[in-house]
């Protein structure tokens, strides 16, 4: 890594610091300031403390067995996560609400632990009616209702292993996944609502189905209704309702193994397939319940809501299975951030013309929400619809919020901090991966100062680095490339089916260490700075530049709202910066006017020049109307890298129409994650 590239951890940290408070920290979950040097002394024995919380039906003989670059934890141990998630709150929380649910049109429910468990049980008899054996492989298609959680936890409980695919996927994807891990049931829904329309899951499912020969049966929960027009086939099609109405209570659970797998999750790589990630039962438990206590503070008293959708691993680890491991109260929204409660009920005209951008705002009012978990891209939307939004609203019941899946930027976090937790709420800005399970770098909210836009500290036990490219540590204050330097319990234990591919892409690059992939830089005072993926990092004139300490700069400027910036081959530097950026509504750029626009693309390249250096001042500034995002709301940088190198558009110029980029996202390729 360069030496003299332009100094981010300066520009960066700014001076502000921003402590926890008093009271928040005297009520916290952990308040012990030694524990990292406490979990560093012993590591394994630290977390063999954590998983000794958990209810195991067999004790552990072995903690850890490292074979690298295979992990095996708490050997020898039997447990089951359904029975952690739900039998062992039934004494002391069985009435307590397990989750409350709120559809797009406004319908509402709340399931208490003893009905959750009651589900689960049954649903496991359902599973095992239909021939469904520990080891099978299912695959869920649903949508956001409790369901999900339903068949997620039923697939524990008898030890089948869950794949679980984004509802927004397309039958394509549905299909490959499905056909990779082999599943033999595919769990779905007849549609959901989504900006007031129905998404089509079972017309999709019947598509992907169509070629996938291991499928024998797919279950069909009614969420739509007469409106959503499905057809059943019969004899592989089967209603949930119908199945559940004569399945029977009991289900005693079955025992699994630590190491038994527990769920398969795909995310797609740079190249090639997706990667589908195996997680195994006693280890992903471990770290989901201990990241959840301690990350999220999380208590019986709370309401917390992770808006992270069930397809993703955020809403495994952090909707589902870490916060019902600590017998907490989820929230679950089904719809979009920008559609109302609709008068009317299901179905009606009302919903389908409902716009309301304030719709978080005014669920987090009404349910008295009170830990609020979701990403920078929603973040930077709501920052451009306006703070009057979040202003109409009484959000005083929020008192910890968080951030995840992508760098967040000073800006939104500052953004963050004042509109949504008007200064009182800690800011935990979680770094992790599908492939980590569990959150790795956050501050922990009672303990660490928070400087906007770092992750601040590896979580006790993780052992995390930043090395230049041949693998040396490199000194404080210098960009590298993250590391993780210790197995943790919650890591992935191989890619399905390939693992080949999972020592190449994870181990072979620095043998003996984790490569996640992404820059980082180190702070003299120990604060993670997460820089973006390393295919991020430009090297312009030689120097490491990246993307994300462009981004931040445009978004200082008053007139940006969200900024995407990649690096296009240059014949002489190698590559220079291209940004693309979204101006805020209410500044008052004449959009057809190109003159209007030609200025300002001009104001912001000299903005970004004197506040970074010349070396990091755009060669283009292109206006959009929108930014191309996956599914998950990560920019799709190749889109961008693609228009900027000519391949899509031929010259850039005729970038002048700022709806165009929004337009070729589709085209271009509706399944990255
Ligand atoms: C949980 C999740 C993983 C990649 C990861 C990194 C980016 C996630 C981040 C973050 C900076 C954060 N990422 N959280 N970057 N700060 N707080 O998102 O998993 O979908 O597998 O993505 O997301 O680049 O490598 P996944």
């Given at each position: ?420 937790g008007k200064g009182n709420c800690p800011i935990v800005d979680t770094w992790w991966q599908t492939e980590t399970g569990a959150i790795m770098i956050s501050p922990l909210p009672g303990i660490t100062s928070t400087r906007p836009a770092s992750a601040t500290r590896p979580f006790p036990g993780i052992v995390a680095d930043v090395v230049d490219e041949k693998g040396v540590s490199v000194p404080d204050g210098k960009k590298g490339i993250l590391v993780i330097r210790k197995p943790w319990p919650s890591m992935l234990r191989t890619l399905w089916g390939n693992d080949e591919r999972y020592k190449q ?169």
């Amino acid at each position: 890594m360069s030496l003299d590239s332009p100094s981010l951890g300066e520009e960066w940290q700014q001076d502000k610091s921003f402590a926890p408070s008093l009271a928040f920290s005297q009520q916290a979950n952990i308040q012990d300031v030694d524990i990292y040097a406490k979990a560093e002394a012993d590591s394994e024995g630290y977390w063999a403390d954590w998983a000794n919380q958990l209810e195991w039906s067999k004790p552990w003989d072995t903690i850890l067995k490292w074979n690298p670059p295979h992990a095996k934890w708490f050997l020898g141990g039997q447990l089951n996560v359904s029975v952690n998630c739900l039998d062992r709150q039934l004494a002391q929380r069985g009435d307590n609400r397990a989750i409350v649910w709120e559809g797009e049109p406004g319908d509402q429910r709340t399931i208490t632990f003893n009905e959750l468990a009651h589900e689960v049980r049954k649903f496991s008899n359902v599973l095992k009616s239909l021939g469904i054996q520990k080891g099978d492989r299912v695959t869920l298609y649903m949508p956001m209702v409790p369901e999900a959680a339903v068949a997620m936890l039923a697939c524990t409980r008898i030890g089948a292993v869950h794949s679980v695919v984004f509802g927004g996927f397309s039958a394509d994807s549905l299909k490959e996944r499905t056909i990779d891990c082999g599943s033999k049931l595919i769990i779905t829904a007849d549609g959901f609502w989504r900006r007031g329309k129905i998404v089509p899951l079972k017309h999709t499912t019947d598509e992907a189905v169509a070629d996938c020969p291991t499928v024998t049966n797919v279950v069909v929960l009614k969420r739509i209704g007469e409106a959503a027009g499905i057809s059943m086939n019969e004899g592989r099609d089967l209603w949930w309702h119908d199945l559940m109405e004569t399945a029977s209570d009991d289900f005693p659970a079955e025992p699994m193994d630590s190491e038994d797998p527990l769920f398969i999750l795909y995310t797609s790589g740079s190249t090639g397939k997706p990667k589908g990630i195996l997680h195994s039962t006693g280890g992903y438990l471990t770290g989901v319940y201990a990241t959840t206590k301690w990350i999220f503070d999380i208590k019986d008293s709370d309401l917390y809501w992770c808006t992270a959708d069930i397809g993703w691993v955020t809403g495994h680890s952090y909707v589902v299975y870490g916060p019902l491991a600590n017998g907490a109260t989820v929230f679950m929204y089904e719809g979009s951030p920008d559609w109302g409660v609709s008068d009317g009920g299901i179905g009606k005209v009302s919903h389908a013309q409902n716009t309301d951008r304030a719709r978080f705002w005014e669920m987090i009012e009404r349910h008295k929400i009170t830990i609020l978990y979701t990403a920078p891209t929603l973040i930077r939307t709501c920052m451009k619809w306006g703070a009057e939004l979040p202003a109409s609203r009484d959000l005083s019941s929020l008192r910890l919020l968080g951030s995840v899946g992508e760098p967040i930027n000073p800006e939104a976090w500052l953004w963050y901090n004042e509109h949504i937790g008007k200064g009182n709420c800690p800011i935990v800005d979680t770094w992790w991966q599908t492939e980590t399970g569990a959150i790795m770098i956050s501050p922990l909210p009672g303990i660490t100062s928070t400087r906007p836009a770092s992750a601040t500290r590896p979580f006790p036990g993780i052992v995390a680095d930043v090395v230049d490219e041949k693998g040396v540590s490199v000194p404080d204050g210098k960009k590298g490339i993250l590391v993780i330097r210790k197995p943790w319990p919650s890591m992935l234990r191989t890619l399905w089916g390939n693992d080949e591919r999972y020592k190449q892409v994870y181990w072979s690059k620095f043998p003996g260490l984790y490569f996640p992939g992404d820059g980082a830089l180190r702070d003299k005072d120990g604060n993670f700075w997460l820089l973006g993926r390393v295919d991020d990092i430009m090297l312009v004139a030689g120097h490491n530049i990246s993307t994300m300490e462009i981004e931040s700069a445009l978004v200082e400027h008053p007139a940006v709202a969200e900024a995407a910036v990649i690096g296009r081959e240059h014949d002489v530097k190698g590559q220079a910066p291209v940004a693309f950026v979204i101006i805020r509504e209410g500044h008052g750029l004449d959009s057809s006017n190109k003159e209007s626009i030609a200025a300002l693309s001009a104001e912001l390249k000299e903005f970004v020049g004197k506040k970074l250096g010349p070396i990091c001042r755009p060669e283009d500034v292109i206006i959009t109307a929108d930014l191309p995002k996956t599914r998950s709301g990560k920019i799709m940088r190749r889109l961008l890298r693609d228009i900027a190198e000519g391949r899509l558009l031929g010259d850039t110029t005729t970038l002048a129409d700022p709806a165009i980029v929004a337009s070729l996202k589709d085209k271009y390729t509706s399944d990255e994650s």
